[in-house]
């Protein structure tokens, strides 16, 4: 019996399955007259994926769902298969690999790309980060990716699958040339990739997203203007003149006059010789006494006692 891969033709999440198919020699069929928003929705769906998402691969031992499950499902049918690595450690990095394919590139790209089309809510400040945390991610898989061919060894692995499928997304809807032209390991490396003839036969030829997608307009469509019947014969209203009223008188109208503000009594006094930012400098430098240096002059000196004396033993929490 055949797997049955229930998910769109162009699905990135779906081929991922198809081109580990390929490799592995697995038949995975996708299901015949799919329909997105209709097929996933519908109670047999949903008995196999309760949330309706896609893909979910139906086997002869049930449903399984999520994309990278459902890879690593149909790479392991067949034991010794190179796509899992020859060794214990090349399993580990194929696996910190697809973690990385999803939780780095794929999220990043998804938050860039989908509010765009009109998948969620396009806010600018959310859009700037995705695509720095891109460009970080992107950065850190051209480093590793200068001095190697594939992600793991010397051939493909699961990981380069993943990977590859993740990028597709973003280089065909919205990582146009100037932006990928800063990581140019992971251009060669997707190039190399999708023009692998397992690769190629589900993929098909892929060409690099000209430019961003704009943001989707979310602007209600205007409704036409109701046009009220005319009535037969209605006679003509005349308009109601208006009663002219007297007008205001110009003591009324005419604005008070501002009042002068009344002087400040500190304004009488003499102008001060003594310049405090001097003697905060002369204090924190020598602790001369206020007291000793004070010119009355413009100034009045108040003495006061504390209540709680007994807190005041720090002297210049005192002072302020």
């Known amino acids: 019996m055949a797997l049955v ?3 769109g033709k162009n699905n990135k999440n779906a081929v991922k399955a198809l081109i580990a198919a390929q490799y592995c020699d697995v038949e995975v069929k996708l299901a015949e007259n ?5 097929t996933n929705k519908s ?3 949903l ?5 309706g998402k896609v893909p979910v691969l139906e086997t002869p031992e049930g449903p399984v769902f999520e994309s990278n499950a459902i890879a690593r499902y149909v790479t392991r049918i067949k034991a010794d298969n190179p796509l899992f690595g020859s060794t214990l450690i ?4 194929i696996e910190q690999w697809t973690d990385f394919a999803a939780m780095e590139i794929d999220v990043n790209i998804s938050k860039w790309l989908y509010p765009r089309l009109g998948y969620g809510v396009h806010l600018p400040l959310a859009e700037e980060h995705a695509i720095a945390s891109l460009k970080r991610a992107l950065d850190a898989l051209n480093t590793h990716l200068a001095s190697n061919t594939y992600l793991v060894g010397h051939s493909v692995s699961l990981a380069d699958i993943v990977m590859t ?5 973003g280089f065909s809807q919205i990582m146009t040339k100037s932006f990928t032209s800063e990581f140019p390991h992971v251009e060669r490396y997707f190039w190399t990739m999708v023009n692998q003839p397992n690769f190629k036969k589900i993929l098909g030829e892929v060409k690099q997203a000209e430019s961003v997608p704009p943001v989707a307009s979310k602007k209600p469509a205007a409704q036409p203007k109701e046009t009220k019947p005319k009535a037969k014969n209605e006679p003509k209203k005349e308009p109601k003149k208006e009663v002219e009223k007297p007008a205001k008188a110009e003591a009324a109208e005419e604005e008070e006059a501002p009042k002068p503000k009344p002087k400040n009594p500190l304004d009488l006094l003499p102008p001060s010789k003594m310049i405090l930012d001097e003697w905060k400098r ?5 602790k001369t006494n206020f007291r000793e240096v004070a010119i009355k002059e413009g ?3 108040w003495f006061c006692d504390n209540k709680y004396n007994e807190e005041n033993t720090v002297s210049f929490v005192t002072m302020n």
């Open 282 to 286: 002369l204090y924190s430098n020598t």
């Open 165 to 169: 499928c993740n990028l597709y997304l």
């Open 43 to 45: 109670p047999e769906f």
């Open 299 to 301: 100034y009045s000196l």
């Open 90 to 93: 090349d399993y580990g990095h």
């Open 34 to 38: 799919f329909e997105m928003g209709v």
């Open 5 to 7: 891969l229930h998910a």
């Open 47 to 51: 008995k196999m994926n309760p949330i």
